[in-house]
């Protein structure tokens, strides 16, 4: 096994232990599910009219898990102070780069006090791993798992969803925000376990589909080599 595959296997590794030690709700196998975002093909006024009519009308000290989307893509702090200590179960990471479909990471967060500081380890995480799959790929996908490792670990503004956890006057305060464009509530009595989430990403203003996959990706370098590499190529 090369040295960037034994890299990228103990980066995985450490990631599934993320997601499995960080769930602060242990997931419930009996409790109904739900599916939070938008669906394929949803224009987004009526997914965001829909959010605000669920926001509405939770009930006042319901627990409700909801899904949080920002009005534009934030970074770690940033994205601490809009929940304003509501407890965070989930965080939603995408680099935005123009005409350029780059991935999404949804991982666990422990919010266990210091939010902003657990959101800045797990875009670095996000963005090791990233950077490991560019390490064993090639072409125009190694260029964007490139690019978007090195941004994560850059602590870009990369938050673009966040799974909260909290009664309906919590959630509406949050809801109510400057900077938040929808927050969707679950129905109550949904578990954590079930809990299905797809972000509304701020670049989605009109029907919700896949972006334009056709822009060029910016360069970048790749840390084990010092080499460039750009998004040319398949």
């Not at 940033?78 to 929940?83: G, I, K, R």
């Amino acid at each position: 096994m090369t040295a960037g595959r034994t890299w990228l296997v103990a980066v995985v590794a450490l990631l599934a232990l993320v997601l499995v030690v960080g769930a602060g709700t242990p997931p419930s196998t009996s409790a109904p599910g739900a599916a939070l975002g938008p669906e394929t093909g949803e224009q987004v006024s009526a997914y965001t009219a829909g959010a605000a009519q669920s926001v509405a009308g939770a009930g006042a000290a319901d627990e409700l898990w909801a899904l949080l989307s920002p009005d534009a893509e934030l970074d770690p702090a940033a994205a601490a102070a809009l929940v304003g200590g509501v407890r965070t179960a989930r965080v939603l990471l995408r680099v935005p780069v123009d005409r350029v479909q780059t991935p999404l990471d949804a991982l666990e967060v422990a919010d266990q006090g210091d939010l902003a500081a657990e959101l800045t380890e797990l875009a670095r995480l996000a963005g090791g791993r990233q950077v490991g799959l560019a390490q064993v790929g090639a072409g125009r996908a190694a260029a964007i798992a490139q690019l978007a490792g090195t941004r994560l670990e850059s602590g870009c503004a990369c938050v673009v969803g966040l799974v909260l956890h909290g009664t309906g006057e919590q959630l509406r305060a949050v809801a109510a925000r400057a900077g938040v464009r929808a927050v969707q509530v679950a129905p109550p009595g949904t578990g954590y376990g079930g809990l299905s989430v797809v972000p509304l990403l701020p670049g989605q203003t009109t029907t919700i589909g896949p972006g334009p996959d056709d822009g060029a990706v910016p360069d970048t370098v790749f840390p084990s080599s010092g080499l460039s590499g750009s998004g040319g190529g398949g």
